[in-house]
């Protein structure tokens, strides 16, 4: 069996004046065959789209799914499978009728993509050993690597909350309004 490889991409971005600080946006896992797989899924990727969607063309009415699928590319289909994810959350309410549709539960500003990526993903740690509290983990005490781990769960958790929906309705406006 072929050893798996991954890559990191890490942005560096100004704080201030001498000061930087690094996120990482996502990490890939390159398998046996060389294909990539992404960590954060489809499902996660297009929850983040929805969201996008609905803060932008909410404007205080519901939007119709079809309309989303339309914009995003999306399957109706794979966005129903998405849809009761965002609403047990707490995230998106739904409304029956002729003019039913989805709308965001709170303002866009009161979410993170962190929160978002975790209501469909479930934990954005990088290795399953530390999605626990406490680590379960048999080897933790003795572990060479585990505090690479921790580091690096806490600096995508970091990053990933500190981008609200507004910050991504903002940039998709910019790039496609």
């Not at 060389?34 to 519901?62: F, P, Q």
């Not at 009761?84 to 709308?103: C, K």
């Amino acid at each position: 069996m072929t050893d798996r490889i991954f890559s990191i991409i890490i942005v560096i971005r100004r704080v201030a004046e001498d000061s930087y600080d690094s996120a990482i946006i996502f990490y890939v896992l390159y398998g046996e065959s060389g294909e990539r797989r992404m960590k954060i899924s489809t499902k996660g990727r297009y929850a983040l789209r929805i969201m996008i969607d609905l803060a932008v063309y909410e404007n205080g009415s519901c939007v119709r799914l079809k309309d989303i699928a339309e914009r995003e590319g999306i399957t109706l289909k794979y966005l129903e499978q998405i849809m009761p994810l965002l609403t047990r959350a707490g995230y998106v309410r739904s409304f029956r009728g002729n003019n039913g549709g989805y709308m965001l539960a709170k303002n866009p500003e009161e979410y993170t993509a962190g929160e978002i990526l975790r209501a469909t993903e479930g934990s954005l740690s990088p290795v399953a050993c530390i999605e626990d509290y406490p680590n379960r983990c048999v080897r933790c005490g003795k572990c060479p690597t585990l505090s690479f781990w921790e580091g690096m769960r806490e600096v995508i958790n970091d990053y990933a909350d500190g981008v609200t929906l507004a910050d991504l309705a903002k940039d998709y406006k910019e790039k496609n309004l």
